[in-house]
Every structure is written in structure tokens, then in C-alpha cells.
């Protein structure tokens, strides 16, 4: 069994950073990790994946070039570096294991409990 745990959320201005963690229990190394986004009233969006070894992420086109996504392997942790942050970033956050088709929520085994993150203008 995997558990996820989130953290790092909170409220910032608009183009400040913000940077997630996500813990993970069990056997973190052996799949990839992504992080989605999900908006009041909207539908759980990818914004970034990589993969187990770390050797190959994938991004959202709308957070190409401020999000930066990272693993630990040695730490059971996966991050989320967010940088030049905008309103409409604004979501909880969910970090996601197991993935094979690393766009798709649906492909995921394992989810944390998310972690909210508010950018003001």
C-alpha cells in the first residue's frame, strides 16, 4: 500500500514561488509520479509528471517554463517547484502515483489528499 501526503500549499501574490512536496510511503521508486489541479467547479487537470527514474518529465503547455517537477528517490519525495505564479493557478493541488499514461488522472493508483494553493492578484 502507498500513501501520498501533500504540503507546501498556501497564498502568495501574483508572480511569487511556491514549491510542493509529496511524501510518499512504500514503493515510491518503482513508478511515476504526477501532480494534477482541480479549480472550484472544474475538472482535475494534469500539470505535471515524471518519471521513476526522474530521467524524463512531462508538463501542462499552460505551466511550460515555471513549474519545475522533481523526485527524490532516496526521500520517498516528488516536487513541485512553481514559480511566476498567476490567479489562475489557483486550485488544490494533488500529487498522484502509479501512472502509465502519465496525462490521464484516471491511469493513477495512489493520490494525496491535496494541498491548496491561492494566488492573488
Known amino acids: 500500500q502507498v500513501q501520498l501526503v501533500e504540503s507546501g500549499g498556501g497564498l502568495v501574490q501574483a508572480g511569487g514561488s511556491l514549491r510542493l512536496a509529496c511524501a510518499a510511503s512504500g514503493r515510491f521508486s518503482s513508478f511515476a509520479m504526477g501532480w494534477f489541479r482541480q479549480a472550484p467547479g472544474k475538472t482535475r487537470d494534469f500539470v505535471a509528471a515524471i518519471s521513476w527514474r526522474g530521467g524524463t518529465t512531462y508538463y501542462a503547455d499552460s505551466v511550460k517554463g515555471r513549474f519545475t517537477i522533481s523526485r527524490d528517490n532516496a526521500k520517498n519525495t516528488a516536487y513541485l517547484q512553481m514559480n511566476s505564479l498567476k490567479p489562475e493557478d489557483t486550485a488544490v493541488y494533488y500529487c498522484?502515483?502509479?501512472?502509465?499514461?502519465?496525462?490521464?488522472?484516471?491511469?493513477?493508483?495512489?493520490w494525496g489528499q491535496g494541498t491548496q494553493v491561492t494566488v492573488s492578484s
Open positions: 498522484a502515483g502509479g501512472g502509465a499514461r502519465v496525462y490521464y488522472s484516471s491511469d493513477y493508483n495512489y
